[in-house]
């Protein structure tokens, strides 16, 4: 169910990750196929993931999470990172 302040009917850019529209284009990197976060560039992408595995880093230290290397393309990230749903 939206939020109050999102409009209705919702439209076919939205991100459900982050509550808003986002700028859809033929040269965009990649799209969540689950929350429709878009990714403009692979750089973008490898940001997110790293920054989310740092905060895994920090709740779990002690875990596996911690043995995880930092990405270094874009081809190596199989899952949205602000979701965790499979690309």
Known sequence: ????DWPDPLPGD???????????GADI???CGECFH???????LIRDHNAELAEMR????DEASAEMPDATSGEEI???PHCIHDF
């Open 1 to 4: 169910m939206p939020d109050a």
């Open 14 to 24: 939205w991100c459900w990750s982050h509550g808003r529209s986002e700028p859809m």
């Open 29 to 31: 990197y990649r799209v």
């Open 38 to 44: 878009v990714f403009q560039a692979e750089a973008d």
């Open 58 to 61: 920090k709740r779990h230290s």
């Open 78 to 80: 199989w899952s949205c």
